[in-house]
């Protein structure tokens, strides 16, 4: 396309295409399941003004969303006409936009989402062997579950340990309860969603919403320093029901056994802390009402073991 080209329909349905894939229903990793404005203009037809402000205030909503900003986009005057240059135009400052939106779709700006705390209580007994938790996260269906996603939902998990015995030598348990508190410090925040801990849809290694397998696959696996390397902290994650459903097994492996140091044995309190970021839609004009996206219904079991 030259400077001074007029656009035509194809030119304005490139730009549809990708709205439609981005703000509409999409498909795999893309799509929010909002309302699109802009419609493709068929065969013989004119691209009007009217079409043009509703293909720049479906970009401004999917702006909004990730960013919280509105772009400076030009509007469409009643009887220009529309012509390529890539300083000035409509055609191309819309154009660079949503390539560039598309590709930041997992972004959510503060302002566009809830929170959801799914805590369990603390554990707070002596333990030597394992405790174990299950995270379970479900949606009515596997759309719902990729909007969510795709518009910037995420899960975050964590754990901590504190307080028990701190003090005595190697005939307590102080240096256990440190090198558990040690490891869950390094394993930090889990944040998984659509496209974390990585990008993609391969290979299918549990890293993200789109690379999950029916079978519980390891995403965290923190080990103990010498000589409790034995010791491990994981998180391993699955799908059902299609997609419909997404589980974490959270698992606290105290593999030790007594040899120079000693006894076994844990206590003060473990915590496994579990939240959501909840998508949430605003968009233009006020009559535009936004779809709801669904938050899942979730359940965590209490920790437990011995």
């Not at 030259?2 to 194809?10: E, L, S, T």
């Not at 772009?71 to 220009?80: D, G, K, V």
Request: proline share 4%; hydrophobic share 35%; no cysteine.
């Amino acid at each position: 396309m030259a400077v001074g080209d007029i656009i035509d329909r194809d030119d304005y349905n490139n730009i549809q295409t990708i709205v439609q894939r981005v703000l509409g229903t999409g498909t795999t990793n893309s799509g929010y399941g909002q309302p699109v404005l802009s419609s493709p203009v068929a065969t013989g037809q004119k691209v009007t003004v009217q079409e043009w402000d509703n293909i720049r205030n479906d970009i401004i909503n999917i702006s909004r969303h990730q960013n919280g900003t509105i772009p400076t986009l030009p509007s469409a005057a009643e009887n220009a006409k529309i012509r390529f240059d890539s300083n000035t135009e409509v055609w191309e400052k819309l154009y660079t936009e949503i390539q560039n939106l598309e590709n930041t779709r997992f972004n959510i700006a503060v302002g566009n989402f809830g929170s959801t705390d799914l805590s369990p209580a603390p554990f707070t007994s002596l333990w030597k062997n394992s405790l174990t938790s299950l995270i379970t996260l479900t949606w009515d269906s596997v759309d719902n579950a990729r909007f969510y996603f795709n518009s910037g939902g995420k899960i975050a998990i964590s754990s901590t340990r504190s307080g028990g015995t701190t003090t005595g030598g190697t005939t307590t348990i102080r240096q256990q309860n440190e090198n558990w508190s040690s490891v869950l410090t390094s394993a930090g925040t889990t944040i998984w969603g659509g496209n974390l801990p990585l990008t993609g849809l391969s290979p299918n290694n549990g890293r993200n919403y789109y690379r999950l397998l029916e079978s519980f696959q390891t995403i965290v696996s923190e080990t103990g320093s010498s000589p409790y390397q034995l010791n491990e902290f994981r998180i391993s994650v699955r799908q059902q029901l299609a997609g419909r459903r997404v589980q974490f097994f959270v698992e606290w492996i105290d593999g030790h056994v007594f040899d120079t140091v000693g006894p076994d044995g844990v206590d003060g309190i473990l915590t496994l802390n579990v939240g959501t970021v909840d998508p949430i839609f605003n968009l233009v004009p006020a009559s535009n009402t936004a779809n709801v996206i669904q938050t899942p219904t979730a359940t965590v079991s209490a920790i437990s073991g011995t």
